[in-house]
């Protein structure tokens, strides 16, 4: 019988595998799927489902035009927290820097060089030269300004003023005069004015996201949901234009600026949450040509007058309160006015949008400037967001010290040149 042959159970060291060998006949043709992707179900309760939904709403909210995109992004209304941009809080302004994801800057940017910016009872602001006008110009708008200033406080025969309404009825009548006059007198020098819409007494409404809370009680207790907010100001008068005012620093500027971080929840400020229709609005309809901003003017009212709030001994907070009144508002409208151009929290905004505010109580002047870097202010969108928002301001500078014996005693050149120079601010 024969001896059976045994095989190697090792292969030759030269022999290459079979599976390095690329066979023409064994390459698959790229096919394109049958059958269209797995996606998960609308109508489940997975987290999967519920990511799908956001995302679907997302594209419906960019795909929209602008006025159904306003209204899908204020559709839903739930309780949201009120903040007002004149409050009696202590320290407002680094909670609404927190909530606005905004940082200050002292003084005003360079085109407005004001120097140190001192407060206006210890030094009045430095002197300098209005470029872009004349000098028989400036002297007719200081005369101008010396007799409003007169009109208001002696040619004008007035009742007996209401409590807490001195404000409304004698400084609010020389506010409206003094913008009026500076928009007319300067027409020739920025032809935006001359084409730009006044409104007086406005309303300026802004919603948006930030932060997230646990539901304490309910169905949906331990759900994590959206911290939402509400701005509803009410400003004395502001200028609209039709080009948009250029941005004062680049972006990318804003990248190192520190915003103060709150780690509180907003109802210790103390803020309060109700719930109504939400509002984004600019004080015109979307159509409006005059779409952009130019300058807000501001009136403190009695209650919040730096008088009153001495006599409770509390002036170290006149200046803060001012600070965030300028924040809350110039936020407010310039988010409104981003939104009015398609961009919203999931659509951050391609270019700076630039406005200004001119705060008062009829005697001292506060001036503000503010840059919108961002509306990426939600959780979703903020994680790895590097922009944030500017706010440039001045403390209080003093008009004029008093009206005596139908004199207006020592009027500030200095305070007229810088409102000149806000409203000859143009692309």
């Given at each position: 019988?024969?001896?059976?042959?045994?095989?190697?159970?090792?292969?030759?060291?030269?022999?290459?595998?079979?599976?390095?060998?690329?066979?023409?006949?064994?390459?698959?043709?790229?096919?394109?799927?049958?059958?269209?992707?797995?996606?998960?179900?609308?109508?489940?309760?997975?987290?999967?489902?519920?990511?799908?939904?956001?995302?679907?709403?997302?594209?419906?909210?960019?795909?929209?035009?602008?006025?159904?995109?306003?209204?899908?992004?204020?559709?839903?209304?739930?309780?949201?927290?009120?903040?007002?941009?004149?409050?009696?809080?202590?320290?407002?302004?680094?909670?609404?820097?927190?909530?606005?994801?905004?940082?200050?800057?002292?003084?005003?940017?360079?085109?407005?060089?004001?120097?140190?910016?001192?407060?206006?009872?210890?030094?009045?602001?430095?002197?300098?030269?209005?470029?872009?006008?004349?000098?028989?110009?400036?002297?007719?708008?200081?005369?101008?300004?010396?007799?409003?200033?007169?009109?208001?406080?002696?040619?004008?025969?007035?009742?007996?003023?209401?409590?807490?309404?001195?404000?409304?009825?004698?400084?609010?009548?020389?506010?409206?005069?003094?913008?009026?006059?500076?928009?007319?007198?300067?027409?020739?020098?920025?032809?935006?004015?001359?084409?730009s819409s006044l409104d007086l007494s406005p309303s300026v409404h802004y919603y948006w996201r930030r932060g997230q809370r646990t539901i304490p009680k309910g169905h949906r207790k331990g759900h994590l949901e959206p911290s939402r907010f509400q701005i509803d100001d009410r400003p004395h008068s502001q200028i609209r234009i039709n080009k948009q005012l250029p941005q004062f620093t680049p972006m990318e500027a804003s990248y190192d600026a520190e915003v103060p971080e709150v780690k509180y929840a907003p109802n210790l400020m103390p803020l309060f949450r109700r719930q109504y229709i939400n509002h984004i609005f600019t004080g015109s309809k979307v159509s409006d040509p005059a779409c952009y901003g130019h300058t807000q003017f501001h009136l403190v009212p009695d209650r919040y007058h730096r008088n009153r709030i001495a006599r409770l001994k509390q002036s170290d907070q006149v200046e803060l309160f001012l600070r965030a009144n300028g924040l809350a508002s110039l936020f407010a409208w310039t988010g409104a006015q981003a939104t009015y151009q398609g961009f919203w929290n999931h659509h951050d905004v391609t270019r700076p949008f630039v406005s200004q505010a001119v705060i008062t109580d009829g005697q001292f002047f506060s001036f503000f400037c503010y840059q919108l870097n961002t509306l990426a202010l939600s959780v979703e969108t903020d994680a790895n967001n590097p922009r944030k928002n500017l706010l440039w301001g001045t403390e209080s500078f003093r008009l004029y010290e008093s009206v005596q014996d139908s004199q207006v005693v020592g009027l500030n050149d200095d305070v007229i040149k810088l409102l000149v120079q806000f409203l000859l601010n143009q692309p």
């Open positions: 019988m024969a001896a059976h042959a045994r095989l190697p159970l090792r292969f030759p060291k030269n022999l290459l595998l079979i599976r390095n060998h690329k066979l023409v006949h064994t390459d698959a043709a790229a096919k394109e799927p049958a059958y269209p992707p797995i996606v998960p179900s609308l109508t489940a309760k997975s987290k999967s489902a519920i990511l799908r939904k956001a995302q679907e709403q997302i594209q419906k909210i960019n795909a929209a035009p602008i006025q159904e995109k306003i209204g899908l992004i204020t559709r839903v209304q739930r309780e949201k927290f009120v903040v007002y941009p004149q409050t009696y809080a202590r320290n407002p302004d680094r909670w609404y820097q927190h909530f606005t994801k905004t940082a200050y800057i002292p003084g005003l940017p360079e085109k407005f060089s004001m120097g140190s910016g001192e407060a206006a009872e210890q030094e009045s602001p430095p002197t300098f030269a209005v470029p872009g006008i004349e000098n028989d110009a400036f002297a007719d708008i200081r005369s101008m300004v010396n007799r409003l200033i007169l009109q208001e406080h002696q040619m004008t025969k007035k009742r007996k003023l209401f409590l807490y309404r001195e404000q409304e009825l004698v400084m609010g009548p020389f506010l409206r005069n003094l913008v009026k006059g500076l928009t007319y007198s300067l027409g020739k020098y920025n032809p935006l004015l001359l084409l």
